[in-house]
């Protein structure tokens, strides 16, 4: 899309001069705005060192609900398990208590994440009819768990906000086939839309925080990232009011509480949504952006009841309705000072995801010449706008901490007023696992959904789930460990980042460790170009791509590989059915032994540390690696590059105009006022009149 030099030009004047007009007034209907002076609740925390860790009680009856409803889920996908060389019974599907708890994990990684997960969550959705003819959809509807972080708690959001629609139809839309769903409007660019009209764009959202700010709430850069998120992950955002807000609220107001009303949740028809992020210690302040987080660091979880932890050092919660309530050990100052409203999804997935925009804040300094300064002049017109509604560090989503005074010597924000939150992948846990771990949850089979960028290719090297097991020591005790890893170097040695691969195949014990599938993305099977390893600062994608990224990443979800060849893996289907039922031989005593069938897919996909298999077995072959654009468009920099530059040169012609003025108004007034001394001296007869020539006494 292609907009007059004038526009342009107008639009970043605009952003220069916004912050100057509004005089520190806002205009917005306030559904940004938490709400204060809310009667507190009898009950709205609880700490679960005192519970055992035990999930709070709504949470599980949610699961148990669900459970309950899953064995004509597990119906539909598998059809005939003797396909897989068991009975019914072997498998113990029949009864919602038996059935295996299975978790979905989508990574960090911006949009890349988001989109890989999506694609590949369309190859799991049994709604999906070629998954469902290839026998990887069916996944999804069986799981029980779907957890988030960074870009990966963008697609787990979105989902459960848009009430489970299929992951393709939630991106791309479906309005024209009858829908409802606008989608995710990825050709407008997250940060610059397009044009003169990008103004009113950042009026509503510079509005809306700057409400929050004055309602006595620490704002910043992650209040507006937030609300550039929820443009298009939430809904009431389309093409024709993209720009206005006559109508919309743009995901302002949409709580993440209210998933609890949403209709598949409700149904239990939903796997249980969990957002991670981190938050930086007291001491961490001053670290520049990109800096990682110690491994004691405490990791939060949102769930749609309630926000907390389960770290050993802290161990507690507070309801997510009541989010933003100033407390000291649990509780409020007086019965009637709680917050609602503070818990906005946008926030939540924008919070897990706030250090990706300080990140992509410094990203600047990677262009080169003309660019580079165009860049500085615009983020400098972004800057801008914060004046007066930036209250804390532009990194961070600030929250009043509910959990002051908790932990005293061993919890980092003890005395802390507020929690700082960056994004959850900020400690290298790429993968959010750590809530997936907990005990309580009891969870058997980890999907990974690996969108990272480890590499120069952007594609993943496993160092999300390996850094997870590093961190497994702060856990000990609340958490099961991971199944034995190979190290980041060894996984890309045996190429275990280019396919599929099981971990954990065979515990001594039930239960010993989850069994974990890893499905990274990587490079289509078949030897085609790659457009899914995009980079991470990458904020628009046309529609074209977007298409083409959510086929590749169905591919890979779907393909397996085969050792030595290119091309699927024609079994992999009931290779995944193979792993995800596996743990079931373990609630028969004695064990099952694993199926032929399956035993030839283990054998092909299991990864031992101890016992790796052959060289010649883990082979992956005739991959391309380097991303290729399906449809390349000019940036926003490279396509205004003249503009903004012309513009700059305008508003520095203007300045130095300005005070080459005020230089000569300072001269000419000095002159005038040595002048005006004179005068006044010889009218005094302090200073002879001068001679006047030829004038006569």
């Known amino acids: 899309m292609k907009y007059p030099t004038f526009s342009i030009s107008l639009a970043i004047w605009k952003l220069l001069t916004h912050s100057q007009g509004t005089n520190g007034q806002s205009t917005t209907r306030g559904s940004y705005v938490p709400v204060t002076n809310v009667h507190c609740p009898d009950v709205f925390t609880r700490r679960t060192l005192d519970q055992q860790f035990q999930l709070d009680p709504r949470e599980r009856e949610y699961i148990d609900g669900r459970r309950a409803l899953l064995p004509e889920a597990w119906s539909q996908w598998l059809r005939d398990p003797s396909t897989l060389g068991y009975s019914a019974q072997d498998l113990k599907l029949v009864s919602g208590a038996d059935v295996p708890s299975i978790a979905l994990a989508s990574s960090g990684g911006s949009f890349r994440s988001a989109l890989f997960s999506a694609g590949a969550l369309t190859a799991f959705d049994i709604r999906n009819d070629t998954a469902k003819a290839i026998g990887t959809g ?21 989902l459960a906000i848009n009430d489970l629609p299929v992951p393709r139809d939630l991106v791309l839309g479906n309005v024209h086939q009858g829908g409802n769903l606008t989608g995710w409007l990825l050709d407008r660019d997250l940060l610059l839309p397009d044009g003169i009209r990008a103004i009113d764009f950042y009026e509503d959202i510079v509005d809306q925080v700057r409400s929050k700010a004055n309602a006595g709430f620490d704002t910043g850069l992650t209040d507006i990232w937030s609300r550039a998120l929820a443009y298009h992950l939430l809904p009431g955002t389309s093409e024709l009011n993209f720009f206005s807000d006559d109508e919309s609220t743009h995901g302002a107001g949409v709580l993440y509480s209210d998933l609890q009303k949403i209709p598949r949740f409700t149904q239990k028809q939903m796997p249980f949504p969990l957002i991670v992020v981190n938050a930086r210690p007291p001491l961490f302040e001053d670290a520049p952006p ?60 924008g919070s897990s995801s706030s250090l990706f925009f300080a990140l992509l804040y410094d990203s600047r300094r990677k262009l080169n010449g003309i660019e580079a300064k165009a860049a500085d002049f615009l983020f400098k017109a972004l800057n ?68 990272s960028s480890d590499n120069e290719n952007d594609f993943p090297t496993l160092l999300g789930l390996i850094q997870t097991q590093r961190h497994e020591g702060v856990v000990a005790g609340v958490a099961q460990p991971l199944p034995p890893l190979p190290s980041e170097e060894i ?36 030897g085609s170009l790659p457009v899914t390893n995009t980079d991470t600062f990458k904020l628009t994608y046309t ?7 959510l086929d590749q990443a169905f591919g890979t979800a779907t393909s397996g590989f085969v050792p030595g060849q290119l091309g699927a893996d024609p079994e992999w289907a009931q290779c995944l059915q193979c792993a995800v039922v596996d743990r079931q031989r373990f609630k028969h005593q004695p064990v099952i032994p694993r199926s032929q069938q399956c035993q030839r897919c283990f054998s092909r996909y299991c990864y031992d540390p101890a016992n790796p298999p052959r060289a010649e077995d883990l082979k992956v072959v005739g991959r391309q690696f ?46 005038r006022a040595k002048i005006d001394q004179v005068t006044y001296s010889q009218l005094r007869g302090d200073v002879p009149l001068p001679k006047v020539v030829g004038l006569k006494a």
């Open 138 to 158: 069916g996944l999804l509807q069986v799981s029980q768990y779907h957890s988030g972080l960074s870009g990966g708690s963008w697609i787990a959001t979105s």
């Open 290 to 349: 990109g800096t990682n987080l110690p491994l004691e660091s405490t990791v939060y979880e949102v769930t749609p009841f309630e926000f907390g932890s389960y770290d050993p050092h802290l161990a507690a919660f507070v309801d997510v309705k009541y989010l933003g309530t100033e407390l000291n050990e649990l509780k409020p100052k007086s019965s009637d000072s709680c917050v609602t409203n503070f818990d906005q999804a946008d926030f939540v997935a």
């Open 384 to 451: 801008n706008l914060l004046k007066g509604i930036s209250t804390r560090a532009d990194d961070v989503g600030v929250v009043p901490n509910p959990f002051r005074g908790l932990g005293v010597g061993q919890y980092e924000d003890a005395n802390s007023p507020s929690l700082e939150l960056i994004d959850g992948g900020s400690n290298l846990e790429q993968l959010p696992l750590r809530p997936l771990l907990m005990k309580p949850r009891g969870v058997e089979v980890i999907v990974t959904l690996d969108g």
């Open 491 to 526: 996984a890309v040695r045996d190429q275990l980042n280019l396919r599929p691969t099981f971990f954990g195949c065979d515990p001594s014990s039930v239960p010993e460790w989850p069994l974990v599938i890893s499905l990274p993305n990587a490079p289509p099977a078949d």
């Open 543 to 549: 529609d074209r791509h977007s298409e083409l990224f």
């Open 626 to 671: 380097k991303f290729t654009d399906p449809d390349p468009q000019k940036g926003f920099f490279e396509r205004n590059k003249k503009t903004i530059i012309i513009v700059a040169s305008v508003v520095g012609v203007v300045l130095l105009l300005g005070i080459l003025t005020c230089i000569f108004c300072f001269i000419k007034r000095r002159a």
